[in-house]
């Protein structure tokens, strides 16, 4: 696909999203007060910033992503190495991958639990396929074992797993609910 496709498939997305920001009084005068500086709103001023931050789907050009980038740089958000293990699996682009691994674990504990050998013609086959869900939800959680031990030596005043995991689910339902914003859609 190319850049200008790419572009009319995000531009068919674009809606209100509620995102909450905590501000004093006077920083959203300030903010008020210089959106409407640049005939803008605020709304529109915050989009055009993040478009640049994140080389959006509306952006102000290669001069302002590059200067937004060395905002973000400068401003050291991630001077003490990965932070959490939700940072480690985003910045590590596996993200998508540990995701994966986690619905494998929880698919094929349910089809375990769910299980019953009256499901078959005979025992041999209950027992191949409960043999090879138990192989597939231990290679996932060896593989999701693995990803957290990287992380843990590159982070020593982590959590336990059961505390990093909570932070990457409750990122993945934050972002489920931001981008179900049309009735109806499920989000991702």
């Known amino acids: 696909m190319d850049y200008t496709e790419q572009q009319k ?6 809606a209100p999203r509620t995102i909450n920001i905590n501000l004093s009084d006077s ?4 903010l008020y007060v210089k959106a409407a500086g640049a005939s803008l709103t605020p709304e529109e001023l915050i989009e055009k910033f993040i478009g640049d931050l994140v080389c959006g789907t509306y952006s102000n050009g290669s001069d302002e992503r590059m200067y937004v980038e060395q905002w973000f740089d400068r401003c050291d958000f991630s001077s003490s190495g990965y932070g959490t293990f939700l940072a480690y699996l985003v910045n590590d682009v596996i993200y998508d991958y540990f995701t994966d691994l986690q619905n494998t674990v929880t698919k094929c504990g ?4 769910r299980l019953d050998i009256s499901d078959f013609d005979s ?3 209950y027992e191949e396929e409960k043999d090879y869900l138990q192989k597939c939800l231990q290679d996932a959680e060896e593989e999701i074992q693995e990803m957290f031990d990287d992380y843990c030596s590159c982070n020593k005043n982590h959590k336990t797993y059961e505390q990093e995991a909570e932070g990457v689910f409750k990122f993945r339902e934050n972002l ?3 981008l179900a914003h049309k009735k109806g859609r499920s989000g991702f």
């Open 9 to 14: 498939k995000e531009i068919a997305t674009v």
């Open 27 to 30: 920083d959203v005068k300030r």
């Open 110 to 113: 349910k089809e375990l639990a």
């Open 123 to 125: 025992n041999d086959e």
């Open 176 to 178: 489920k609910k931001a």
